[in-house]
């Protein structure tokens, strides 16, 4: 991976920030913004399974970091009144550590396991069965004379979390009865988060000062927490802590978070995208240099953001700006500047640059 730190706009969170976040979680499917149509369908599925009381399907919550996909496991939990076993992927590297979860389990309990695309092999086979049939197979002995012992476990719901999806077999992916897709957030339900969050966190916080910060916040609501955080510190230090439209742009431009979430590594590619390229078509690696950073960096940390905010189109040929690009930095294109539908349209006739991918990896 690349060692850009990107600070104000990473989706990503440190262990320290994660403290930070448990006060700040929804405890209720009631208190949960946003994702209507998750909401609506987990609540039916778990109020199915109550009246008949039973275990409801096993879920998986699939989507990007910050979306609340943990906060979605715990408010499982709580809706069902069970308690929750945490564990995560990376923790089992073999099918004993899930064994030794597993068989400790109690009747109606919820085992979340985050990031379970990271689970070793033989363990995913194993839950299969477990999530099938309520039991597991404890191998006794090696080699030729091994064998299987079959061992009852109590019916559990699996509260499964990834954000690689496509990374899951599908054998394991067919075991969930219900799948959450988490999408980005709109503006409006970022703003009703911050409200919320100011609230938890005792800060005062304008209408039009959270309207500001939820569009900068990528459509993410760890984003937008932490961009809160930010621009209460300023308020403190600058004002008296009372959170306006003013203090907002004043924090979050101190942060270069830009109106639209752009971070200057954001604005750097496309500055250099639109300035020394005219907008391309460029290839990856002259565009990374031109930045200064590495390849690696620009494809993974930069771009799916802007391409998923349309400033950036990928073409056969090589990265084009979009007329939002020279839009968003508030340049007139050249009149031959090509954007990204029409490269992308003449591009099939010509030659594969090298070094641009194939595939559309980008969100
Ligand atoms: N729908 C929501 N309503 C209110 N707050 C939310 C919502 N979704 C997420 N949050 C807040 O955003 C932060 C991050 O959420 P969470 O930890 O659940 O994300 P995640 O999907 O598990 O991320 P990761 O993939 O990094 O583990 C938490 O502080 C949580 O309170
Ligand atoms: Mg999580």
Redo the contacts with the bound molecule.
């Keep these: 991976m690349s060692d850009y730190e990107r600070e104000a706009v990473s ?3 440190d262990s320290d920030e ?1 403290a930070l ?2 006060a ?3 405890r209720s499917l009631d ?5 209507e149509r998750v909401r609506q369908q987990l609540s039916l599925v778990l109020r199915g399974a109550q009246r008949r009381g039973r275990a409801p399907d096993h879920v998986l ?1 699939s ?10 496991a715990m408010i499982i939990a709580a809706e069902l009144g069970a308690p929750l076993r945490i564990s995560s992927g990376p923790a089992i590297e073999r099918s004993g550590d899930l064994a030794a979860v597993l068989s400790t389990l109690h009747e109606g309990e919820v085992l979340f396991l ?1 990031e379970i695309h990271r689970m070793a092999r033989p363990a995913e086979e194993m839950l299969y069965v477990a999530m099938e049939d309520f039991r597991v197979d404890v191998m006794v002995g090696k080699g030729p004379g091994a064998t299987a012992i079959p061992l009852d476990i109590a019916p559990f719901t699996l509260v499964g ?1 990834t ?1 690689r999806s496509g990374l899951l077999p599908a054998p394991l992916r067919d075991r969930f009865g219900f799948t959450a897709h ?1 999408d980005f ?1 709109e503006a409006v ?1 970022l703003e009703r ?1 911050l409200h ?2 100011a609230g938890l966190l005792g800060v005062e916080v304008d209408g039009d000062a959270a309207a500001e910060i939820a569009g900068r916040s990528r459509g993410t ?2 984003i ?2 932490r961009l809160l955080r930010r621009v209460r510190d300023y308020a403190e230090v600058h004002g008296d802590g009372h959170l306006t439209r003013e203090t907002a742009c004043a924090a979050l431009t101190l942060f270069e978070v830009d109106h639209h979430g752009l971070d200057r590594l954001d604005r750097g590619v496309l500055e250099a995208l639109c300035g020394k390229f005219r907008g391309g078509p460029v290839g990856l690696s002259t565009l990374a240099v031109a930045v200064g950073e590495e390849p690696e960096t620009v494809e993974v940390v930069a771009e799916p953001f802007l391409v998923r905010s349309g400033f950036i189109a990928r073409t056969p040929r090589g990265r084009v700006a979009t007329p939002d690009a020279w839009g968003h930095l508030g340049i007139t294109p050249p009149a031959d500047a090509a954007f990204g539908a029409a490269a992308a349209a003449d591009s099939a006739a010509a030659p594969r640059a090298a070094e641009v991918p194939g595939a559309e990896g980008a969100a």
């Design positions: 989706a990503d969170a994660r976040e448990g700040l979680r929804p208190d949960f913004v946003g994702q919550l989507g990007g970091p910050g979306l609340g996909k943990t906060t979605l985050d979390a954000t988490m957030y339900d988060i919320r969050s609501p760890r937008a927490n």
